[in-house]
């Protein structure tokens, strides 16, 4: 039950918006204020969980309907955000801060969430976990993270895995540039190695290039062009959150190269791991990211901690308001990056 908490953005971000006036930014400042404040306080746990539990919480459809549960959520808070925008005499800073609370929602309860059903085994799961990266423009994420990112992260061919020493601002440069140039690479190869046209059923990213196409024309047609406008930079500030969260979870780590000349294998040492309870709870054990790229396949709730594992010494709601300010954030994690593993 503690997973619900993971809506509490969302519903505080739609109180905000509907109450209008400075409340429209309350999404901002709950996950980048009180959220990084009341995670320094509360403590870590780094339990993991017995073979029996573990049985038993993948046996648990409740966990699967959290995160299913969260399509109504975001295109129901962007509906009603578009609808405000639309049907009211907003400031310049009310539209500003319906575009920022919005951008937190997309990002934490959607992009967020399409990443964990992006890694799952049904077809259903991963058409929601599509339907969730449409909002934020970012659907190539699906093929380019599956197909790219696992497989070169913490490396120089991955265009999501953060340089020691680089900055936040030139990371997004690399990231949202690069992942839209790989994610077509991989396509392309993908189809040739299928022997399809571009254009088939399943070239994905034929398809997703005409359904953000497509969702930007509805949103026009149907809230003009102030709901255009939100929906646009609300989906780009959802992307941002997405990348500021790859950009501390692989910050200054690298694969070393083996004799063959091949990069070592993935483990448990090459992604940040946090084990503050808060944010694992908002971002549905996210933080637990050193487990997760050591075996993809394992859903988040049965996430482990390993002590091997590079330790954020915050959070992740933390550590992403930290790395807004680039000096504070060289100053606190290069001494933590393993001199072994320096990129």
């Known amino acids: 039950m503690k997973y619900l908490w993971a809506y509490s953005v969302p519903i505080i971000g739609m109180l905000g918006i509907h109450y209008q006036g400075f409340w429209v930014w309350s999404a901002m400042i709950y996950a980048f204020v009180m959220i990084p404040i009341a995670e320094t306080l509360m403590p870590v746990n780094t339990n993991n969980y017995s073979k029996e539990e573990i049985e038993n919480r993948l046996k648990n459809k409740f966990f699967d309907f959290l995160l299913y549960l969260n399509v109504p959520i975001v295109y129901g808070s962007l509906l009603y955000s578009l609808y405000i925008v639309t049907n009211n005499n907003l400031s310049y800073t009310e539209i500003a801060g319906i575009i920022f609370s919005l951008g937190v929602i997309l990002g934490a309860n959607g992009i967020n969430v399409a990443h964990e059903l992006g890694h799952r085994k049904t077809m259903f799961e991963k058409i929601l976990g599509k339907i969730l990266l449409i909002p934020s423009h970012y659907t190539h994420f699906f093929i380019e993270h599956n197909h790219g990112h696992h497989l070169h992260v913490s490396t120089p061919n991955d265009p999501s895995t953060a340089k020691y020493n680089q900055t936040l601002y030139a990371f997004w440069w690399q990231t949202v540039s690069g992942t839209y140039k790989e994610a077509w690479k991989i396509q392309n190869r993908l189809n040739e190695m299928e022997k399809r046209p571009f254009y088939a059923f399943k070239s994905d990213m034929f398809w997703f290039t005409i359904i953000q196409i497509t969702y930007m024309i509805l949103i026009y047609t149907f809230f003009a062009i102030n709901g255009t406008i939100v929906a646009l930079f609300a989906g780009i500030i959802g992307f941002l959150v997405l990348e500021t969260v790859n950009y ?90 393993p001199v072994d593993m320096k990129s």
């Open 248 to 337: 501390i979870e692989h910050y200054g780590l690298k694969r070393n190269i083996l004799p063959s000349g091949r990069f070592e294998r993935v483990s448990e040492k090459h992604s940040w791991n946090s084990n503050h309870v808060l944010g694992r709870i908002v971002l549905y054990e996210l933080t637990r990211h050193s487990d997760h790229h050591y075996k993809s396949q394992k859903e988040y709730q049965i996430l482990e901690y390993h002590d091997v594992s590079p330790q954020m010494p915050f959070g992740y709601p933390t550590s992403m308001v930290m790395s807004f300010i680039p000096p504070l954030w060289f100053a606190v994690m290069n001494k933590r990056v």
